[in-house]
Nanobody
Framework: QVQLAESGGGLVQPGGSLRLSCAASGFTFSNYGLGWFRQVPGKEREFVST???????YYADSVKGRFTISRDNGKNTVYLQMNSLKPEDTAVYYCAACTGDTYYSTKSYDYWGQGTQVTVSS
């Protein structure tokens, strides 16, 4: 059974940091690109970051310079380090796996986790 399980979300003050993890199983992890998306109620799911099979990374303009994506193929895990968090970063964060090239589109991803809540508030 294919599974992606996010963890590490929570409540943090503006300017703080969180590290999200996503543990994968049921597919050949190293053959897939990994992405992080986020969603707030009433809005479409938004691209945050991706790391490709090659190790290349890409970020949405809104998080560039603050977030860092990484992967550990030996642990079948992808991470998202989030620094200098802002209230507008508040969302449910999802990890996903894909074999497509359009990394910024939700339609390119085959597998999705259930999400983890990140709340940035004072």
């Amino acid at each position: 059974q294919v599974q992606l399980a996010e963890s590490g979300g929570g409540l943090v003050q503006p300017g703080g940091s969180l590290r999200l993890s996503c543990a994968a199983s049921g597919f050949t992890f190293s053959n897939y690109g990994l992405g992080w998306f986020r969603q707030v109620p009433g809005k479409e799911r938004e691209f945050v970051s991706t790391i490709r099979r090659t190790g290349a990374t890409y970020y949405a303009d809104s998080v560039k310079g603050r977030f860092t994506i990484s992967r550990d193929n030996g642990k079948n895990t992808v991470y998202l380090q989030m620094n200098s968090l802002k209230p507008e970063d508040t969302a449910v964060y999802y990890c996903a796996a894909c074999t497509g090239d359009t990394y910024y589109s939700t339609k390119s991803y085959d597998y999705w986790g259930q999400g983890t809540q990140v709340t940035v508030s004072s």
